[in-house]
């Protein structure tokens, strides 16, 4: 009879072996089961039956997994077809492909007027966000209100979103992903919207938006155009600092001043 092995060597011969991982909860004794190593392996996996590797490989909800492309081509395909920002808003209820949902407590999608002339876009829910399920009413929500008052402003006169629409997990900043799965849903969003005056709120927003690499220090202060071929019209585009940068940093406020009077000249004279 051969020695038997102490469990830290066994484990060690199996890997040696190259057994480095389980298919079942439960072994199977294949002598048991009137079948053969040999007829195992004649059925195609190893020593393990086509049906329970398909067993192992398939999700517990019968569904596999969605690769980024293909969670980006279903994000394409139900903003397409919301023809109201109500509807759009549904459909991003229903939509899995993004992971973030996994991790956040509510859908964050925005607020305010969905016939706004002005549409402010920031990159992703806090945690004040994520309990309440609206964007911007944390610390750095209520110094956006305090901006937008100083214009004449308020969020019945504005529609707020973010890049993303649950929240990263430790406030993180969203990645390059995340942002790209959500992005059918922001530009079927202003779509819908057709506003006069986009407005992203910090680099990141800015840079997913009008599509530039400058750091929002040198995009502030300038006008850019948005345009996706839904919209009528390109829309006039100008980055600030978003809110919560003003609060660690209150010396940009002075620079944010600036901006958003030129905001409001440009509304007013799109009005004229």
Known sequence: MAPSLSPRKLFQWYLEAGVDETIGDEPVNRYMAGETPAASRRQGSGDFPPAAVASARKPANGRRPDTPDTALR?????????????????ALSAFDGCALKK???NLVFGDGNPEARIVFIGEAPGAEEDRQGRPFVGPSGRLLDRMLASIELDR???FISNTVFWRPPGNRNPTTTEMT???????????LIDPHILVPLGGAAAKTLLAQNESIGKLR????????PRLPRPVHAAAIF????LLRTPAKKREAWRDLLEIKRKLISLQE
């Open 74 to 90: 279903s994000a394409c395909a139900l903003a397409a077809e919301a023809a109201t920002v109500s509807e759009l808003h549904e």
């Open 103 to 105: 991790t956040a407590t």
């Open 156 to 158: 019945t006169k504005v």
């Open 181 to 191: 799965i959500c992005t059918p849903f922001v530009e079927r969003l202003l779509e």
């Open 221 to 228: 202060g300038r006008w850019f155009t948005y345009s996706t």
């Open 242 to 245: 978003h809110p919560a940068y």
